[in-house]
């Protein structure tokens, strides 16, 4: 992978999962958000260096929750010492074009694949 732009992804299921505790137990037959299968399929635990730059866009929906995670992924990267870039969209349900028209994302998601895929 060379390069990667997500929009209102998960980066962290424990954390995305702590208003809902039930949720690893229904999905993966899991009791606790402590158990290994959780951070194992959350991003945030397989992040490095190597990881190809991102582009992360953030939706400021449900609470907070996609720009929560969206946090914690660009710092993830960055603390892993990966490449990343956050834009937060205001005023946007998820995955909604709010503050950033759909076009507008479109053209920062293409000039960022431009720039990095040089």
């Not at 390069?3 to 899991?30: H, I, K």
């Not at 028209?101 to 694949?113: H, K, P, Q, T, Y």
Request: proline share 4%; glycine share 8%; hydrophobic share 40%.
């Amino acid at each position: 992978m060379k390069a990667v732009v997500t929009y209102d992804g998960v980066a962290n299921m424990r954390t995305f999962w702590e208003d809902d505790a039930t949720a690893p137990q229904r999905l993966f037959g899991v009791d606790s958000l402590d158990d290994p299968i959780v951070a194992g399929i959350s991003p945030i635990t397989h992040l490095s260096k190597e990881d190809a730059p991102f582009l992360i866009f953030a939706s400021d929906s449900r609470s907070g929750d996609f720009v929560r995670q969206a946090e914690e992924l660009y710092e993830g990267l960055k603390a892993a010492g990966a490449s990343a870039e956050l834009r937060l969209v205001k005023n946007a349900e998820h995955c909604g074009p709010g503050s950033l028209s759909e076009i507008g994302r479109l053209n920062l998601a293409v000039n960022f694949f431009d720039q990095t895929l040089k």
